[in-house]
């Protein structure tokens, strides 16, 4: 291509270009992309008539929009049509394709052509907002100068903690990687230190390997070879390093392994996401001297009350650089065990999301053999944990709370106290009963 697209690069600061343009072949995906469009902002008269040769041919007498949606459903030649807008397209502008062949290899014929999405029709309003917002953040993203000054984005690591075996921590955390790695584009790491039981590579249907045991057994021979060997890929921009070590072999470590892992990854890749069990953090502390961002996953329950006091009083203590996301996880519709309310008095600060109960999506999920996000991209789960992401991915870990949440007392939002002598919840929940 004579245009190559690159997000961020080339002319994107043209005071010439429109915002964002459209080009439609018909009326029911216009109104849809129309009204994502308006909702952000967004120029939604552009959204033209006509799909990619009409945008061929408009855009090789006027000058390139920043965001240009194109619709490839009249195209014979998906790839070659897409070639011939390349040479009428300014580099920088970011593209993202609509289209009604369901084919992954498409797909990615077209992604590293350059797109940076490709939509499937019947499209809907909110996969147009979501495919908008991250085609915003790709064009606003800092520029890779061919030379003097780096502008490089800065790597941030995720540790995710689950206050009890169960609350989705896994699910979570894996999700999280597969969004950093596909709907950003970030060279994204996985690492499962669940070492004998993890579910990191089940998850995505892939064989882990030996190479997170190698890496614990033998820590002077981790470097960059030794990742680009080990880990597993999932996708072109995700790769996953875990373990089912056999359960009768101990794990027998410093823990000095797992952050020289994390000081390669640094180097390889953008984003880290850590599936750090609990024991794991007890043991070794260390792992979180590098992190950026920990989310805690919970659920509302007593049990899970108490460990997150204790959770959040241990990381105010030993890692209080480190940036806590509260996320409820599988909260049913109706009265459960612990209110909302009281479970935010009992820890002293707001909890940052809450992800609704999903048993069909997370049965689908698991019957495919992809992740949650993945398989029901739909379902409003994936949409709160794809805001998490958002969040994450656009302050780069300084500051991901969910907008008007709070981010609850710092250091003062957990004091060690003890649950019960704080508040008794036990005893709220048995006057609830009797009223």
Known sequence: MNAPWAPGGGNAGHGDRDSFAAFLCDEATTDVVRNAASELGLPHEKCNKGGLRNAVQTLSVSASPS???????????????????????????????????????????????????????????????????????SFNAPRHSGGGESAARDHVLTAVVGTRGGVGASTLATS???????????????????????????????????????????????????????????????????AEAPIHTPLMTDGSAFVQLEDEFRQAFDMTVVDLPRNMLINFPHILNGAD???????????????????????????????????????????????RADFEASIERKIDYIIPADVKAAIHAAKLGQVLVEASRGSK??????????????????SASAPGNGKGKGKDAAKGASLMNKFDLRSMLGSKQKA
């Open 381 to 398: 789960a994936s949409a709160v944990i794809r805001d998490i992401s958002r969040a994450i991915v656009t302050s780069g870990g300084d």
């Open 67 to 137: 965001i240009l949606l194109v619709d490839l459903s009249e195209c014979g030649d998906p790839l070659s049509d897409i070639n011939a807008l390349a040479e009428v397209c300014e580099p920088g502008t970011v593209v993202i394709a609509i289209g009604q062949v369901n084919d992954v290899r498409l797909y990615r014929d077209l992604t590293a052509s350059g797109i940076q999405d490709y939509l499937l029709k019947p499209v809907t309003e909110e996969a147009v907002r979501d495919a908008l917002i991250q085609a915003q953040t």
């Open 176 to 242: 999280m990687a597969w969004l950093f790695s596909t709907e950003h584009k970030l060279p994204t790491a996985l690492l499962d230190l669940d070492v004998h039981f993890g579910t990191g590579a089940l998850t995505m249907d892939l064989e882990p390997g030996r190479g997170l045991t190698d890496a614990i057994d033998n820590p002077s021979r981790i470097d960059g070879l030794f990742i680009e060997r080990a880990m597993v890929r999932a996708n072109d921009h995700l790769s996953v390093l875990s």
């Open 293 to 339: 961002v920990f989310i805690l996953a919970t659920e509302l329950t007593l049990a899970s009350a108490r460990d997150s006091i204790r959770i959040l009083s241990w990381l105010s203590s030993h890692a209080e650089h480190v940036k806590p996301i509260v996320v409820a996880n599988r909260v049913g519709q109706g009265a459960g065990e612990i209110s």
